[in-house]
């Protein structure tokens, strides 16, 4: 893994989330996209080598508004940037740790993601990110 890639936060609403993170990090977001895969709205914002992301439900069903209903609004995951994306999941799944996607899967700002699951990382949601090609 190169470096953390961004860290991504579960927000109620863009809306009245990115100015407050426009502030807080004294820049503005520099792209906001919709995942339809993931159901989610998000804004970016670059902070020296790494990114915020943050991520609004688009379904009061989907997986940030589950999160957001069990613990509020916060970190949501931490994501590594990886040269191979394949052969790091590779890596993992025979390290033992378990998937939550068998392939990679089209992620947000043109990267290619997968997720461990929370379990086998203490707590943590961990999303591996490749810039596509």
């Not at 991504?8 to 502030?23: H, N, Q, R, T």
């Not at 895969?37 to 902070?47: M, P, W």
């Not at 957001?68 to 890596?91: P, Y």
């Amino acid at each position: 893994m190169n470096k953390i890639e961004h860290i991504g936060i579960a927000v109620k609403s863009l809306s009245a989330s990115v100015p407050l993170f426009e502030k807080l990090l004294n820049t503005r977001s520099y792209k906001t996209e919709t995942v339809e895969s993931e159901k989610v709205n998000t804004a970016f914002f670059q902070t020296g080598n790494s990114k915020i992301e943050l991520l609004e439900s688009l379904d009061p069903d989907g997986v940030i508004a589950r999160f957001i209903q069990k613990r509020g609004e916060g970190l949501h995951h931490i994501a590594f940037e990886v040269e191979d994306i394949e052969s790091e999941m590779k890596r993992l799944k025979d390290e033992g740790y378990t998937l939550l996607n068998e392939r990679p899967k089209q992620g947000a700002d043109n990267k290619l993601i997968c997720f461990l699951h929370p379990k086998d990382t203490n707590g943590v949601l961990v999303e591996l990110c490749m810039e596509k090609k």
